[in-house]
């Protein structure tokens, strides 16, 4: 069975800081990985995803994140945060012909100025 | 192109009352998946449909429901409602399923006192 992993639930950091939002995932097969984030009172919407290829991806809004097949993570980074990027961010993954993705508990992200 | 639109947007009902939600998907989508997020929980996968078909589902009891229709509309029922079942229920579409991208519509906000 699948599973998604977010150590962190809360993640405060100041304005044009970095930040790396961390995510484990455990899948017996080749897995897809997607991060959405989700602003207050909105539903998701999509910053990247890993199907397969390099292992460096580059989403929206200046965030990126690296698949790592034998730590099986797929961390999520941005170099310079906005106060804009205050939302919640979930890691989800899913596998070939299972029809279900699996989402991590959220990290909230709280820019501070 | 219009987004996956849900209705309706808040519902408050009573212990052992049930309700039905209902899910448009983005025009040529045909695969909806239901989610229940809460809280501490993240998003829960409730069920997959694709053409009609349950393809499948998460680990809720019977009294979570579903069904599409052939233009590809979703809806999902809960009977006998407890103060639990109290939460954001998204629904998300695709073309296909399983590795693209999918589309979040706003979330039904359901109240159960």
């Known amino acids: 069975a699948q599973s998604v992993t977010q150590l962190d639930s809360q993640v405060p950091v100041f304005e044009e800081a970095p930040v790396e939002l961390r995510c484990n995932y455990s899948?017996?097969?080749?897995?897809?990985l997607f991060w959405y984030v989700q602003y207050p009172n909105q539903g998701l919407q999509l910053l990247l995803k890993?199907?397969?290829?390099?292992?460096l991806v580059k989403g929206i809004n200046g965030f990126e994140a690296e698949f790592n097949k034998s730590q099986t993570s797929f961390h999520l980074r941005k170099p310079s945060v906005h106060i804009s990027d205050t939302a919640e961010y979930f890691c989800a993954v899913s596998t070939s012909g299972t029809y279900k993705y699996i989402f991590g508990t959220g990290t909230r992200l709280k820019v501070l100025a | 192109k219009a987004g996956v639109t849900q209705t309706p947007r808040y519902l408050i009902k009573t212990r052992g009352q049930q309700v039905t939600l209902s899910c448009s998907p983005i025009?040529?989508?045909?695969?909806v998946s239901w989610y229940q997020q809460t809280p501490g929980q993240g998003l829960q996968f409730l069920f997959e449909?694709?053409?009609?078909?349950?393809?499948n589902k998460g680990n809720f009891p019977g009294r979570f429901s579903g069904r599409q229709f052939s233009n590809s509309r979703s809806e999902m029922n809960v009977s006998t409602l407890e103060l639990g079942d109290s939460a954001l229920y998204l629904c998300?579409?695709?073309?296909?399923?399983?590795?693209?991208?999918?589309?979040f519509g706003p979330g039904t906000r359901l109240t159960v006192t």
């Open positions: 890993y199907l397969s290829g390099s292992t």
């Open positions: 449909y694709f053409s009609e078909t349950q393809r």
């Open positions: 025009s040529g989508h045909r695969s």
């Open positions: 998300a579409s695709s073309l296909e399923g399983s590795y693209e991208e999918q589309y």
């Open positions: 899948s017996s097969v080749s897995v897809y």
